[in-house]
């Protein structure tokens, strides 16, 4: 009886804490964020400016949809391309997760989220490419806080009432309107209804549900077998990690050309991801087998998947740029990286609160914000709303807040494109006067040829930042140097 009783009391107590959570993250203020019209503003890779050329007024503006002003310049088109990368948040009601009870990832899942979004952008470039663009991106409106604190107070009175009554609290879900694709006789509208498929087919692959490829729930569960629990802290390079584990684990067809690699304390194997671009998938016996659909076209790149001898790879780089505070020295280099187009982002944020870089204004970062509480969305449905997955509004944190703590991202379409990125990357990585060393460096040939993981065990060596106890190592401010 009394197990039965504690049972209940944490249940109840799991329900409350959930309730909690969901409106401290329901509660969005709609504040501007702040761009110069003066400097150019980097979002993975593109490069925009606002302000026109005759253009005389005041040099800051603010990120406003509904002002007037807004379309001056660039900003129109930064703000399509940024409401167009894939938003992953909180989400509510959700089914329960592996290995618990917990029916929400609010207050503890920003960093899976990030790295959903940063594995979305990889997946966006290896469909449709980095020009792509949602056609509804700018008919999205911008978070109201009246509409959304409102809904999260009404969420509060259900879910409390449901606690007490130990039945489930209503969603403030409503289902669109049946959306019917309609026939196409032109080539122009054939293709871009190809590229909704894929929009929304790789959306589908990230739905809060245990059967979604690439969903919280896979990524929960793979988090079990690193020690790591529904409810826990992730870090960026536990996640990615179990990013990796996923789109290695991904069943779906379309996912057989392309796979995940991640350095080994800060060190890229040029061997080992030439390898993982050539090697087919267990079972399968070439890279050709990769029923994915036909690569949308006008110039759009055709997925590794279609290509006789080779397949995409994620690159994954845990890093680490500083010491207890990031090295403001780095900020260079991470203006440097997300300049690139096919650099996929960095996950990291500050202490203990996640988010997704995106890009830069002068000492600024770009960042997409994952604590947000959203309801669940069922993405089963051949019509499910897209909207709560693309965000209208960019925020700004300045690199000196940022934790040292990340993992950057890259996408290699093939080994001719890694030869290029690693060439690229190598001059970017150059030690300016200013910094000590690279944040990561590219090393030829295979990580086992080196033995760093020798005296770990199985478990450990999936870690980065282990440094093998038999070489010397000398420390140098905030570095360690090997």
Same mark, same amino acid.
């Given at each position: ?11 109840? #107590?799991? #329900? ?55 379309? *001056? ?80 107070? #009404? ?39 190809? #590229?909704? *498929? ?169 960042? *997409? ?114």
């Amino acid at each position: 009886m009394e197990n039965k009783g504690s049972d209940e009391v944490e249940k109840l #107590k799991t #329900k409350f804490l959930s309730v909690w959570h969901n409106v401290k993250y329901s509660w969005a203020l709609k504040l501007k964020t702040s761009f110069s019209r003066n400097s150019p503003v980097l979002l993975l890779g593109k490069c925009y400016h606002f302000k026109a050329e005759d253009d005389d007024s005041p040099t800051e503006a603010c990120y406003e949809p509904a002002e007037e002003d807004f379309v *001056m310049g660039n900003v129109e088109a930064f703000r399509k391309d940024f409401t167009s990368r894939v938003w992953l948040t909180y989400r509510e009601e959700i089914p329960p997760l592996p290995g618990s009870t917990l029916t929400s990832d609010c207050g503890w899942g920003c960093m899976l989220r990030a790295g959903q979004m940063m594995l979305a952008q990889a997946l966006i470039l290896h469909f449709l490419g980095r020009d792509w663009t949602w056609s509804k991106a700018l008919a999205l409106q911008p978070l109201d806080t009246e509409t959304w604190t409102t809904t999260a107070a #009404k969420r509060l009175v259900a879910s409390l009432e449901s606690s007490l009554q130990g039945s489930p609290g209503p969603s403030d879900h409503e289902s669109p309107p049946v959306h019917q694709a309609q026939a196409s006789a032109s080539a122009e509208e054939a293709d871009e209804h190809l #590229k909704e *498929m894929y929009h929304r087919t790789l959306v589908s692959w990230f739905g809060d549900s245990p059967s979604a490829q690439l969903g919280l729930h896979r990524l929960v569960r793979l988090g079990l077998t690193m020690g790591k629990q529904a409810g826990d802290w992730y870090g960026p390079a536990v996640v990615a990690h179990i990013l990796k584990k996923a789109v290695e684990e991904a069943m779906d067809p379309s996912l057989a050309g392309i796979t995940a690699y991640v350095s080994q304390d800060c060190t890229v194997y040029s061997a080992d991801v030439i390898d993982s671009h050539m090697a087919p998938r267990p079972g399968q016996a070439s890279p050709e087998r990769s029923d994915a659909p036909p690569s949308p076209q006008n110039n759009q790149p055709v997925p590794a998947s279609t290509l006789s001898d080779s397949r995409a790879v994620i690159i994954l780089i845990p890093v680490r740029l500083g010491g207890e505070k990031t090295n403001p020295d780095y900020f260079n280099f991470a203006k440097s990286i997300l300049s690139l187009e096919y650099c996929i982002g960095i996950i990291g944020g500050k202490p203990k609160q996640a988010c997704y870089f995106v890009g830069f204004q002068d000492d600024s970062l770009i960042y *997409m914000d994952p604590h947000y509480c959203q309801s669940f969305v069922d993405v089963s449905t051949s019509d499910f709303p897209l909207q709560s997955y693309h965000c209208p509004s960019p925020k700004k944190m300045p690199f000196s807040k940022m934790d040292p703590s990340c993992t950057i991202g890259f996408y290699s379409r093939s080994v001719q494109d890694y030869e290029r990125i690693r060439h690229e990357l190598s001059k970017v990585l150059q030690p300016s006067a200013k910094e000590k060393y690279p944040a990561f460096t590219f090393v030829q040939g295979h990580g086992r040829d080196y033995d760093l993981s020798a005296s770990l065990t199985p478990e450990k060596r999936e870690w980065p930042f282990i440094r093998d106890p038999r070489r010397t190592v000398t420390t140098t401010g905030d570095f360690v140097l090997l």
